[in-house]
């Protein structure tokens, strides 16, 4: 059975942080929820169109984000390094646990 969301990891350079949009149903054009960590724990935005979609598969969807992200070491955005270019914040955003990040290696 094919999943009921789609979820796209970003770096969002302007707030620092790396978050995920989830998509209820998968091939929809516009995401339903934002999940990202802070320094204040997990946070989810539901935006406009999220009261219409089923609770399960929305709740299945943010569960699933909270995972992904788990993997992205810097996803909170503290500790950023100084002089970073925009690529370069958005390349830190997206470094994962295993020293990759969008699939190459960076340490």
């Not at 789609?6 to 998509?23: D, F, P």
């Not at 996803?75 to 994962?96: D, H, I």
Request: charged fraction near 20%; charge should be negative; glycine fraction near 10%.
């Amino acid at each position: 059975m094919p999943e009921e969301f789609r979820i796209l990891i970003l770096g969002n350079t302007e707030s620092c942080r790396t978050e995920a949009e989830v998509y209820v149903p998968q091939h929809s054009d516009d995401p339903i929820a934002l999940v990202y960590e802070s320094p204040n724990g997990w946070a989810v935005e539901q935006l406009e169109d999220a009261h219409s979609v089923r609770s399960a598969a929305l709740q299945k969807g943010i569960e699933a984000a909270k995972q992904s992200l788990g993997q992205y070491v810097n996803r909170t955005g503290q500790g950023a390094p100084a002089g970073l270019t925009v690529a370069g914040l958005s390349l830190w955003l997206m470094e994962k646990a295993d020293g990759t990040a969008m699939g190459r290696r960076v340490t």
